[in-house]
């Protein structure tokens, strides 16, 4: 930090954020490092493909560090309060203010469009079709009981062991667990639930062509996804991509998914591996599990659809009837819409 702020006095200095939403949190100590020394910067810019990713207010932050006046607020609750439609919640015996939906978009649209240069990749690109496919499945008996019970009670029971929530959040991860065959227990440990979304996913990769990533939103995921594959395909056709993966292995293993042809698939988190990796060997993309972050959605769908791809690009997600998954996707396309509307864009056609 001091020999940041040292260079940009000693020097005409262009400031540069690339994936600029790492600064959208305005109450994170880095993007107040950064806004700090942005001040010492006699130019700034900044750079990303999706400005926003979770709603609205993640521009604050990003045009505050080009120019606290570009949209004409200078404090984060004033912008918050002319954009964002306010709700109070009483939590634990406190009342805090929620965020429950969005207002004068079009004025937010309008007032970017001075200071800001847009252009998308088919503008500038010759990129192959992205497709969209679903898979459903239902959950087998088991995942169902368990299913209801934490759905209804916040607490589910298998083989004596118990797992509980204490908050919505918790609640929803717990859910979404037992959707993708796991189950955590309360003392730690975790238990395989039999389920139908493996055997989908083999379905779908003995149906595919060439090569695959498969991308996953928990650990065990990965693991049990690995294991499957080598029954079926034997060791040398997969590699790992996840927070579990050595530093010193990675390289490697993504050099080898997109020039050993015995290497077919290519199995990892959207957390770890959805970022600046080029993996245009697949042209298939599964999403065995979503997470509700859009960036990281986003960010690994265009692993694969980047220059140096010559086909089009299939994206299958699996998705379990009447459950999270489903409502995890309705979130990610309301975040899609609104980020359309406030960018000045044409709805996209997406999941």
């Not at 919640?89 to 937010?108: C, D, M, T, Y």
């Not at 990533?213 to 056709?237: F, L, M, R």
């Not at 692993?303 to 009447?322: E, F, L, M, P, W």
Request: charge should be positive.
């Amino acid at each position: 930090m001091a020999f940041a702020s040292k260079f940009l006095l000693s020097h005409h200095t262009l400031m540069v954020i690339d994936e600029s939403t790492t600064i959208k949190n305005p109450k994170a100590k880095s993007t107040k490092n950064i806004i700090s020394l942005s001040q010492r910067a006699k130019y700034r810019r900044i750079m990303t493909g999706s400005p926003v990713t979770k709603n609205p207010l993640d521009l604050f932050s990003q045009c505050y560090f080009l120019d606290p006046f570009h949209l004409e607020h200078e404090s984060y609750y004033s912008f918050r309060m002319r954009y964002a439609i306010m709700k109070t919640a009483h939590i634990s015996g406190r009342s805090i203010q929620l965020v429950s939906g969005f207002k004068n978009l079009g004025e937010l649209s309008d007032k970017l469009k001075p200071f800001s240069y847009r252009v998308l990749k088919e503008d500038c690109l010759d990129l192959p079709d992205k497709i969209y496919m679903k898979r459903q499945i239902s959950l087998t008996p088991d995942q169902r009981k368990l299913y209801e019970q934490m759905r209804k009670e916040a607490l589910a029971i298998l083989n004596g062991k118990q797992t509980t929530t204490v908050n919505t959040l918790t609640q929803l991860m717990r859910l979404q667990q037992i959707t993708c065959g796991h189950f955590t227990a309360d003392d730690g440990s975790t238990q395989k639930i039999p389920n139908n979304r493996v055997s989908e996913l083999m379905d779908i990769l003995e149906e595919t062509e060439g090569k695959a990533i498969i991308w996953a939103h928990w650990q065990w995921d990965i693991k049990d996804i690995i294991k499957e594959i080598v029954k079926v395909h034997g060791p040398g056709s997969v590699v790992d991509y996840f927070g579990l993966t050595p530093q010193n292995e990675r390289d490697g293993n993504r050099e080898k998914f997109q020039s050993d042809p015995k290497c077919r698939f290519l199995v990892g988190t959207p957390a770890t591996g959805g970022y600046g990796l080029t993996l245009t060997a697949a042209n298939t993309v599964i999403y065995y599990s979503n997470g509700y972050d859009l960036e990281k959605r986003l960010q690994s769908e265009d692993r694969a659809h980047r220059i140096g791809q010559k086909k089009s690009v299939t994206y299958v997600d699996i998705n379990a009837q009447d459950t999270v998954d489903e409502k995890i996707v309705k979130s990610l396309r309301k975040k899609v819409n609104i980020a359309s509307e406030v960018m000045g864009e044409d709805l996209k056609s997406w999941i």
